[in-house]
T-cell receptor
């Protein structure tokens, strides 16, 4: 009965590779997010989708491409991985409007070597 | 613009001490929501509480209490009689009613409770 699940939990890869992280929520929420947490624990929003439509796109390199096939899924594809992409990536979901708290997945630790 | 400041980077206390984590926010909206999240060493982000801008009543939940003061734009979190299991990074966050797609997080406060 996991609410927000993301896979994989760990991802170790070499520079220049392409990788994807998947996220699914079963809470019936209409909005999903990707956050990046760096080594200093700063949490920064990357993207947000509402009912499959992109509504937030922060200044993220275009090597990062989110895809939302339906409102329960938001995947993150990263091309040409760089060392600086190493971080923990969190998927989250909520109901649009700011009132509803974010429900987070358990995170994906990406290590680029 | 939205901004959340948590001035305390790290705090260490001895078990059973009380500890207060500070949070100061900036917002352009009249209706907004404040949140606290806990990130234990295992890494997951756990939602603790939400307050809306119209409700300045303080809240208590067990050993946890929250003090919301609009006059000082603060939403502080107190843990009474701290326990080792309270050791975690705590994040304060803000979302705005009219810009509700974007939750902004503070930089976090790392709390270490020593036995």
């Amino acid at each position: 009965d996991t609410a927000v699940s993301q896979t994989p939990k760990y991802l170790v890869t070499q520079m220049g590779n392409d990788k994807s992280i998947k996220c699914e929520q079963n809470l019936g929420h209409d909005t999903m997010y990707w956050y990046k947490q760096d080594s200093k624990k700063f949490l920064k929003i990357m993207f947000s989708y509402n009912n499959k439509e992109l509504i937030i796109n922060e200044t993220v390199p275009n090597r990062f491409s989110p895809k939302s096939p339906d409102k329960a899924h938001l995947n993150l594809h990263i091309n040409s991985l760089e060392l600086g992409d190493s971080a923990v990536y969190f998927c989250a979901s909520s109901v649009l409007g700011g009132r509803s708290p974010l429900h987070f997945g358990n995170g994906t630790r990406l290590t680029v070597t | 613009a939205q901004k959340v400041t948590q001035a305390q980077t790290e705090i260490s206390v001895v078990e059973k001490e009380d500890v207060t984590l500070d949070c100061v926010y900036e917002t352009r909206d009249t209706t907004y929501y404040l949140f606290w999240y806990k990130q234990p060493p295992s890494g997951e982000l756990v939602f603790l509480i939400r307050r809306n801008s119209f409700d300045e009543q303080n809240e208590i939940s067990g050993r946890y209490s929250w003090n919301f003061q609009k006059s000082t734009s603060s939403f502080n979190f107190t843990i009474t009689a701290s326990q080792v299991v309270d050791s975690a990074v705590y994040f304060c966050a803000l979302s705005e009613e009219n810009y509700g797609q974007n939750f902004v997080f503070g930089p976090g406060t790392r709390l270490s409770v020593l036995p």
